[in-house]
């Protein structure tokens, strides 16, 4: 499988650049690439699904809302996704589906701690080549 | 970029094209030849477009690159018709450091330092995720927390009423709305309170190893040899909640406020909008949150130097010199052009040192001014300084807050392959306690400027003095 991000060096945090075939697909990547950031993806199940809506003006705003209610799911309930899916509702609402299962530190190996996703220099957009987006988390 | 040199350690940023005010760098001729091409720089002109910024858009010498606001910033703003914005404050809102003296010397528990260290481990519970330091508290009582700041922790048996003139504000915004906090952000800090945290933050066993004033020391209750704590954390979750809550709302409303941003991390509304004020009041809570939680790691670390030392609390001695935040925004009155104005004071990875005889200074300091803490890296000392009556005059009362890093996150990683930084820092006479090996290499030693450096440009610069050094010898990290 072609890979879907990539760490870029950046001097205080973590960035990354994500790719996409679609705008859903793009969404769908930075979701689970955040996940993979967090805890190794070896040994998450797939056993319960949360759902969301996400609604905004442009695809900054969405990008960022649809990270950090995933990224609160984690910290606040302890879930932890395997794959994520996005349908477009329509160009500014996202249904968001994360499947996973609660984080267990005795069976998952917890990689870094995201505390935040960053607005600065957040980027999203369709290119030659596809979509692209890059993501600053503040750690 | 052009850089003129005004004094010797202080460099302008002459005002062009959106900025209000020119910008102005504190660092050595080193330092700016480092920094030319950092988009930090670039970061302290963006700063300087905000509406309402007077004097100057101010960075420190530990200045590095920021979301939004550089770290090391310091803006002022006119709080009748300015701006407030919360990546000024950033996401973790009164981060801050606070020391505490003991009666001890290092060479009395120069045995014992292993077990000390342990004991600190146990107690205070540090890294991610990191909770359970206190029995978990209602949302109601958590509110209490957020609205009384310190008040809470005297009342509920955590701190002494004399611990509150040593803490900038007393320890308590009295503008903080609790209902201004989101459910998701009490949601993540409900069972944070005593805890350090991950990231930069540390709990430091040291010793003070040098003297500058001696007259200083002796009025801060500092000896050659005496063992101290100092502790760094901020609001944890629930800071970090709060700021990310309202970037969202400020930013949503640049364009209807005629507010450009040329960073969206910028979020700014006007003080006097509602959107401003109701991120004010959850600042404030956030800051008495972040004022409770060092003050309960300071209680935790109290028993525990008593129970691995077997001490009495009269024999430990434990007191607090002073807690300092350098992330906030606060009111104070500062001489602009001659005139006495209200600013909204911006404070990103910089410390308020207000020079003697400052009324906002506690009486038992006021003489002295106010203790600055400066922490530097976990293999080499920290400082204490005072800030000084210049202070006043060229920085808004403000002066630099720690070393800044010098390898990013990867390359410290990448430096610290294949080695024991465990072993390492042990052969240097400081032994480490840290939940994570992968915080440990991006924490090293190595990964940060020499705070030395720092701290001479700022007395250099007349805005603070050193009084003391601290040399570490036991280090918890998340």
């Given amino acids: 499988m072609k890979k879907f991000y990539r760490e870029l060096e950046h001097a205080g945090d973590l960035a990354i650049e994500v790719f996409g075939g679609t705008r859903a697909e793009l969404f769908a990547h930075a979701l689970t690439a955040m996940a993979r950031l967090m805890v190794e993806e070896k040994g998450i199940g797939n056993v319960a699904r949360q759902e969301y809506e996400c609604a905004a003006a442009d695809d900054l705003d969405l990008m960022h809302d649809v990270l950090a209610r995933a990224l609160n799911l984690f910290l606040i309930d302890g879930f932890m996704w395997r794959e994520a899916k996005v349908e477009e509702k329509s160009r500014d609402r996202l249904l968001i589906t994360l499947c996973g299962e609660q984080y267990d530190p005795s069976r998952h190996r917890f990689l870094r701690e995201i505390k935040g996703v960053t607005f600065h220099r957040l980027f999203t957009g369709r290119g030659r080549d596809g979509w692209r987006a890059e993501i600053i988390f503040d750690v | ?478």
């Fill in chain 2, 1 to 478: 970029m052009e850089l003129r040199r005004i004094q010797d350690y202080l460099w302008e940023i002459p005002r062009h094209g959106e900025m209000r005010v020119p910008g102005r760098v504190y660092a050595s001729k080193q330092m700016i030849d480092e920094l030319r091409e950092d988009p930090a720089l670039n970061q302290v002109e963006n700063v300087a477009c905000l509406p309402g910024i007077v004097g100057y858009s101010l960075a420190m010498p530990d200045i590095h690159w920021g979301y939004g606001f550089p770290i090391g910033g310091v803006a002022a703003i006119d709080a009748a018709d300015g701006v407030i914005s919360p990546g000024g404050v950033g996401y973790d809102i009164n981060c801050g450091v606070r020391l505490l003296l003991t009666k001890l010397k290092r060479a009395d528990i120069e045995q014992h330092v292993d077990r000390l260290a342990d004991a600190l481990f146990a107690a205070i519970p540090a890294g991610v995720g990191s909770h359970g330091a206190i029995p978990s508290l209602s949302l109601a009582e958590l509110k209490k927390v957020v609205r009384d700041g310190i008040g809470w922790a005297v009342a509920n048996g955590y701190a002494t009423p004399a611990d509150v003139e040593h803490i900038e504000e007393g320890g308590c915004l009295a503008s903080a709305d609790p209902d201004a906090v989101s459910a998701q952000a009490y949601q993540r800090g409900h069972r944070q309170l005593g805890t350090l945290g991950s990231g930069n933050h540390f709990l430091e066993c040291g010793e003070v190893d040098e003297i500058y004033q001696p007259k200083d020391a002796k009025a801060l209750g500092l000896e050659m040899g005496q063992v101290t704590v100092l502790i760094h954390s901020g609001s944890r979750g629930l800071g970090h909640q709060t700021c990310d809550d309202y970037l969202k709302v400020i930013g949503r409303t640049a364009e209807r406020y005629g507010i450009k941003l040329p960073d969206r991390q910028l979020a700014a509304a006007p003080t006097k909008s509602p959107e401003g004020q109701a991120y004010l009041g959850a600042m404030a809570a956030a800051a008495n949150f972040a004022w409770c939680n060092r003050q309960i790691i300071a209680h935790l670390a109290e028993r525990a130097f008593m129970e691995a030392l077997s001490l009495n609390p009269n024999e430990l001695g434990f007191s607090l010199v002073y807690d300092v935040c350098h992330n906030i925004a606060k009111f104070e009155e500062h001489v602009v052009d001659g005139k006495k104005m209200r600013l909204c004071v911006h404070r990103k990875g910089a410390t308020r040192a207000f020079g003697p005889g400052h009324p906002a200074l506690a009486p038992k300091l006021r003489a002295l001014g106010q203790p600055v803490l400066i922490p530097g890296d976990m293999g080499r000392y920290s400082f204490v300084l005072i800030g000084l009556e210049h202070a006043m005059r060229e920085t808004f009362g403000s002066t630099c807050h720690g070393a800044g890093r010098v390898l990013s996150r990867h390359q410290a990683k990448r430096a610290a392959r294949g080695r024991d930084l465990v072993e390492e820092l042990a052969r240097a006479k400081v032994v480490i306690r840290a939940t994570s090996r992968a915080t440990l290499a991006e924490e090293m030693p190595a990964a940060y400027k020499d705070v030395a450096n720092v701290v001479e440009v700022m007395e250099a610069a007349g805005v603070s003095r050193r009084v003391a050094r601290l040399k570490p010898f036991a280090v918890i990290k998340g």
